[in-house]
């Protein structure tokens, strides 16, 4: 794989990106490509797969020092334009960039005007970095570019990051879990040389609260930005990518866009973003109102996915194997291998690191391990508190005859309305979901639809009153599940251990955003096992950590 991390100020347009296409042609498939995802690129970190996911681009947009002291990785080669700034804070700007660099790490610095060179040179000197004699320009107007590399004299301390970033082997990873975040997490891992057993209790993958029959890819809005907020984004982005290599448009997936209405006054717009054209969230044009859709936030790149045909391509991909009725009931390690055992205490799977993330099974067999493996030993008190919420998915075939004022695009706000989606026979419509601790005597399926009956009414009281007859009834289709809810409602996502080369790791909790942590989390638990550029800024990826309780 070729990571790609750009630091930039403000991003150029999707029109420039285009321009380039026109001046170079080779870059004309790439340009394309990009110009398609080149949407919100608001301040933080933005991933792009590409390439089938071989070649990933980090667009980092904001303040460069800010920026660098972000990362959590160490370049193999850097290319800096260094922008005007002020002198004092130029040998913090080498500083970090000498952060993100390895003993060896080459170096190719454009030089900029404003920039006084002997501060340049004597910074970079502090810092480590060994640079080329100054070369005369062969031409009066030519910028020679600097060239060196970092090979500092001093021993370099391995705690210049805040999480190691010492990459475990290339090997066999055993993942506990065929849902969304087992699957994302063997395909991210399988892209980047790994042998991957998925293995799970049931016949079928996505038969936990990953086999909902649609849900929505939406970012969660808040006036104040806040970290879920910023998170969801990373996360619909790399969903919407995802969905878009490996599904088929219209029949598993549609980037049908997503209105938000605003029910007892929330969601509130976020801050404007001084980035024109760029934003996430747009007011409902005029194309999109309808006398009961007068209040809300129109998502234009949200989307309806089928997540159970989405775990089924990731777990086609090469070097990914499904296990099915593979229960695990105990972990045993030897000579460095772990070997996944049932309740006969036969071997379901050997491999070098193992992945839970069978959502509340994993905190389960957590606790059970905890008494048997040294690894796990006082891992307890650290890992986040979970519960389960239990939800009921009411739905129904389109009755071509009937007079049912549906919208031509999902509406999320008090739980969902999904129309349109096929299903084998017609189309559907999709409405829910129920939410209920599972720690609560269980309601009856009766009594939850009348729970979604009374969000629709809420939401779209129009269409509401048209179908409340049907709700009234006994007629109903239903989906139910249980969806593993951490207390801060925030994957939990990393290494078990704080060794140096942790092979127990963790990708569970993801509650009703599935569709939108998945893949980010699966990013992420990639980067930090396999030593590479993280998706998104430290600060929010310790929120997620698997070891935050």
């Known amino acids: ?144 570019p600097l060239r060196g590399y970092f090979d500092p004299p001093w021993v370099l301390k391995n705690t210049r990051h805040d999480t190691p970033t010492t990459a475990l082997a290339l090997g066999r990873c055993a993942v506990i879990g065929a849902g969304l975040a087992g699957a994302s997490v063997a395909a991210a891992l399988a892209r980047r040389g790994w042998q991957v057993q998925v293995l799970d209790q049931a016949a079928t993958p996505a038969t936990g609260a990953s086999g909902l029959p649609v849900g929505l890819v939406v970012p969660h809005v808040s006036s104040d930005d806040c970290a879920l907020s910023k998170l969801s984004r990373a996360g619909v982005r790399l969903m919407l990518q995802q969905a878009g290599d490996l599904l088929q448009a219209g029949e598993d997936w549609a980037p049908s866009g997503v209105l938000e209405r605003q029910i007892g006054g929330t969601p509130q717009q976020p801050p404007h973003w001084p980035l024109a054209g760029q934003a ?178 809420q939401l779209l009281p129009g269409l509401a009153q048209q179908l409340a007859s049907r709700f009234a009834s006994k007629e109903l289709k239903h989906w139910k599940g249980t969806r593993c809810v951490t207390q801060d409602r925030l994957p939990a996502v990393g290494p078990l251990s704080r060794e140096a080369h942790p092979s127990l790791w963790l990708c569970a909790g993801m509650g009703s955003r599935g569709l939108s942590f998945s893949v980010l989390c699966a990013e992420l638990l990639a980067a930090r096992l396999c030593g590479e550029p993280w998706p998104i800024e430290a600060k929010l990826a310790r929120l997620l950590d698997a070891l935050r309780g």
């Open 1 to 144: 794989m070729l990571h790609y991390v750009a630091l930039c100020d403000a991003p150029c347009s999707a029109q420039n990106l285009q321009r380039v296409a026109v001046s170079q042609p080779h870059l004309a498939k790439l340009a394309h490509t990009l110009s398609k995802r080149w949407f919100g690129l608001l301040p933080g970190f933005h991933r792009f797969l590409l390439e089938d996911g071989q070649v990933v681009l980090t667009l980092c947009v904001g303040e460069r020092l800010s920026l660098l002291r972000a990362q959590q990785f160490e370049a193999d080669a850097v290319e800096l334009a260094l922008p005007a700034c002020e002198p004092a804070q130029l040998p913090w700007l080498i500083k970090a960039l000498a952060r993100c660099c390895r003993r060896g790490t080459a170096l190719s610095l454009r030089q900029m005007d404003g920039i006084d060179q002997p501060a340049l040179r004597m910074a970079l000197k502090q810092s480590g970095f060994t640079v080329s004699p100054q070369v005369a320009p062969s031409e009066p107007t030519a910028q020679e």
């Open 280 to 457: 996430w969230f747009n007011p409902v044009d005029e194309a999109h109102t309808t006398p009961a859709l007068d209040v809300g936030i129109w998502h234009h790149q949200g989307a309806w996915i089928k997540p159970a045909a989405l775990v089924k391509a990731w777990l086609q991909q090469p070097g990914v194997q499904f296990q099915a009725h593979a229960k695990v009931a105990d972990l045993r390690q030897e000579d460095g291998i772990w070997a996944l055992l049932d309740n006969a205490d036969q071997v379901l799977s050997r491999a070098n690191c193992v992945v839970f993330a069978n959502a509340r099974g994993a905190f389960e067999l957590l606790h059970k391990l905890k008494h048997t493996t040294q690894h796990l030993k006082g891992l307890e008190a650290y890992l986040p508190n979970t519960q389960g919420m239990l939800g009921l998915l009411n739905w129904s075939q389109h009755h071509p005859l009937a007079n049912e004022d549906f919208s031509v695009f999902p509406v999320n706000g008090s739980g969902s309305m999904i129309p349109g989606i096929p299903i084998e026979g017609g189309k559907a419509w999709f409405m829910g979901s129920s939410y209920q601790p599972d720690t609560q005597p269980e309601r009856s399926d009766l009594a939850n639809q009348a729970i979604n009956f009374a969000h629709l009414q």
